[in-house]
């Protein structure tokens, strides 16, 4: 089979073209800031594959008979089920994305000092971890600290750290397995290190979760990697994960391909009924918490397309099409490349930069420059430490660029396209400047700081 979209295009929506002078005064008025960007001036964004995803058409039919009774609507019901199914879990909280499900299941499980042990936690999650009182502890698996190990399952946690932080003097309250791990450069998790996992977390009597965000791309990457999975179908796989954990929250802005939602789901009564009293009271009713009717079924019908294998397999084929080309450009990925998005390693294109002045922003903002390209660094401006001057004190592990691919959005034409203008820059990446702070706030300064160009 030829790389092809298994579905066909029924709606449109223009693109912005703009000239290259358009784009250098977008920037300029963005003070160089990528999230300052107006979609007006962005010809294929990769900022993020969360909420970005194009409906079916089966889904837009199931979102008019969204039915918008405040309680006990028949949407709740059918979304219900549909994540019921999936997961095996008996409670279900639909919620209005996946942070609300991480605030709402840490404020009841986490008590002040405990620690949340994950491969990594994505930085809502750790957040929400620290809002609780707790400390956010990330044991990814050693492969995973080298960008060019093709280790199949870079997503793994550390056991043996594991195991010793279980053992040891520290007070764990949680284990949450991030699948597949957005912060580690979207790698999946095999489940054999899940099944070693949830052994460690029953002898020890901790709760084991997962962030199932981006759980069909899990499962596509076990059945394509791990030996014994071959014959199984992404749904099974994915339920013998939520098998294997008593609960998990999920974004459904990704694997539920649509714009809004996400879910608590738990296997044990009383913890729900805990989660429950803090949904009425901050997300809304048990059978809405915060969706509309629409969004409910739209969640459901989404639910059931992406664990399907032609699409899970063009899905996987484009981000590994993508990679291959930029590859032969000369650019380094984070190796092997995952499904929801590719990481390149700005770091090693732009040798010339040094950490404090950001070679992963230079690398995005020079493929907007060059091609109305949006994307964001993972590198020392999202993830470094600077003392109280604003000197960069201790760099990020790596200087990358994140490469987020929406769901069904762009074809295999546009993602030529990125790969061509990525080529382009990597031609002569000796000119493109590094970059000094102007102005910062004090959190989560990469979403909102003003830089410029070292000329
Ligand atoms: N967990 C993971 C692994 C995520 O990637 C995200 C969001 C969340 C939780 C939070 O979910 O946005 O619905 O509240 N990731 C987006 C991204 C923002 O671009 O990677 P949310």
């Avoid at 080529?423 to 300064?445: F, T």
């Amino acid at each position: 089979m030829p790389l092809m979209e298994p579905y066909r295009v029924k709606v449109v929506e223009p693109i912005p073209i703009l000239t290259r002078a358009e784009r250098e005064a977008a920037m300029v008025r963005a003070a160089y800031n990528p999230f300052s960007l107006r979609a007006d001036e962005v010809t294929i964004d990769l900022l993020s594959d969360s909420g970005t995803g194009a409906l079916s058409a089966a889904q837009q039919a199931a979102g008019m008979r969204g039915d918008e009774t405040y309680a006990g609507a028949r949407s709740f019901f059918r979304f219900r089920d549909t994540v019921s199914e999936l997961t095996g879990y008996p409670h279900i909280m639909p919620v209005h994305q996946g942070r609300a499900a991480e605030r709402i299941l840490f404020g009841a499980v986490l008590k002040p000092g405990q620690l949340s042990v994950s491969n990594t936690h994505f930085d809502t999650t750790r957040a929400n971890v620290i809002l609780s009182g707790g400390v956010a502890v990330d044991l990814p698996c050693p492969e995973a600290a080298d960008l060019d190990n093709a280790y199949p399952f870079k997503g793994d946690i550390d056991l043996a750290a594991l195991a010793a932080k279980l053992d040891g003097p520290d007070d764990v309250g949680i284990v949450v397995m991030t699948i597949t791990n957005n912060g580690g450069g979207g790698q999946p998790v095999s489940m054999a290190n899940l099944t070693a996992v949830a052994k460690l977390c029953r002898e020890h009597q901790v709760p084991f979760f997962l962030d199932a965000a981006r759980f069909a791309e899990n499962a596509w990457l076990v059945i394509q990697r791990e030996p014994g999975y071959a014959d199984h179908t992404p749904q099974q796989v994915a339920r013998l994960a939520f098998d294997l954990a008593d609960g998990a929250v999920a974004s459904l802005k990704k694997d539920a391909i649509a714009h809004m939602g996400g879910f608590l789901a738990l296997r044990e009564e009383g913890l729900a009924k805990h989660c429950e009293a803090i949904l009425i009271a901050t997300e809304g009713f048990r059978t809405y918490g915060g969706l509309a009717g629409r969004d409910l079924e739209m969640l459901a019908e989404g639910l059931r397309e992406v664990v399907e294998p032609d699409y899970l397999r063009a899905r996987a084929a484009a981000t590994a099409h993508l990679a291959e080309l930029v590859k032969a450009a000369g650019v380094s990925v984070v190796e092997p490349p995952g499904i929801h998005a590719l990481y390149l390693n700005a770091g090693r294109l732009l040798p010339h930069i040094p950490p404090s002045e950001f070679p992963g922003h230079a690398l995005a903002t020079e493929l907007y420059l060059a091609g109305g390209i949006r994307c964001a660094e993972l590198g020392s401006l999202y993830l470094g430490e600077e003392d109280e001057n604003g000197v960069l004190v201790k760099p990020a592990p790596y200087e990358l660029v994140r490469l987020a691919i929406p769901r069904r959005v762009y074809t295999q034409s546009h993602l030529e396209y990125v790969a061509e203008t990525i080529a382009e820059v990597a031609k002569n990446p000796e000119r493109v400047p590094g970059y000094r702070v102007v102005e910062a706030p004090a959190l989560l300064r990469h979403f909102n700081c003003r830089v410029e160009p070292i000329r």
